[in-house]
């Protein structure tokens, strides 16, 4: 079943990052955090961009994807 609603062609990564999320296509916190650590970025710094928005698609876009 798809989390989405969207038909959108990801990359493998992309599609690895999707896979973490819930039902609704959201990251944990925990998640998010360490995707943002491993871009180089700070959830502060997404946070003031986006609120608190932990949907994959939003975080990804954010991200540059």
């Keep these: 079943m798809n989390k989405f609603n969207h038909s959108l062609d990801y990359s493998e990564y992309c599609n690895s990052v999707i896979d973490c999320t819930d039902y609704e296509g959201n990251l944990s916190e925990p998640n998010l955090h360490k995707l943002l650590h491993d871009h180089g970025q700070s959830?502060?710094?997404?946070?003031e961009d986006c609120g608190h928005d932990y949907h994959?698609?939003?975080?990804?876009?954010?991200?540059g994807y």
């Excluded at 959830?43 to 946070?47: E, F, K, P, R, S």
């Excluded at 994959?56 to 991200?63: D, G, I, Q």
């Design 43 to 47: 959830y502060y710094n997404y946070a």
């Design 56 to 63: 994959a698609h939003t975080v990804l876009s954010w991200l």
